[in-house]
Nanobody, 115 residues
Framework: QVQLVESGGGLVQPGGSLRLSCEASESIFRFHFMSWYRQAPGKERELVATVTVLGGDTYHSESVKGRFAISTYNAKNTVYLQMNSLKPEDTAVYYC????????WGQGTQVTVSS
């Protein structure tokens, strides 16, 4: 099973930036798409952004559009989530997800936006 390891989370002030990384143990070309999800305390896990591995097409949820950007570095089997203009409501555990034809989840990385 492919393992996904997230990194880059932490504590940041409102308006700040973070870049999350998700490194796969094998080539991400095994998957059709890579995504970032997040789960805040007491809330359901929600999709934040998705990128197709071959075409590079992206989707960002309305709540992060214009502030976050998903990208891949295929040579390093890595997907990134650049997060700018962070808000307290972005506080959550962020999970990496690989999909199609089979799936895999990372263990999550905590992002806390607070002054």
């Amino acid at each position: 099973q492919v393992q996904l390891v997230e990194s880059g989370g932490g504590l940041v002030q409102p308006g700040g930036s973070l870049r999350l990384s998700c490194e796969a143990s094998e080539s991400i070309f095994r998957f059709h798409f890579m995504s970032w999800y997040r789960q805040a305390p007491g809330k359901e896990r929600e999709l934040v952004a998705t990128v197709t591995v071959l075409g590079g097409d992206t989707y960002h949820s309305e709540s992060v559009k214009g502030r976050f950007a998903i990208s891949t570095y295929n040579a390093k089997n890595t997907v990134y989530l650049q997060m700018n203009s962070l808000k307290p409501e972005d506080t959550a555990v962020y999970y990496c997800y690989a999909g199609g034809p089979f799936t895999s989840w990372g263990q999550g990385t905590q992002v806390t936006v607070s002054s």
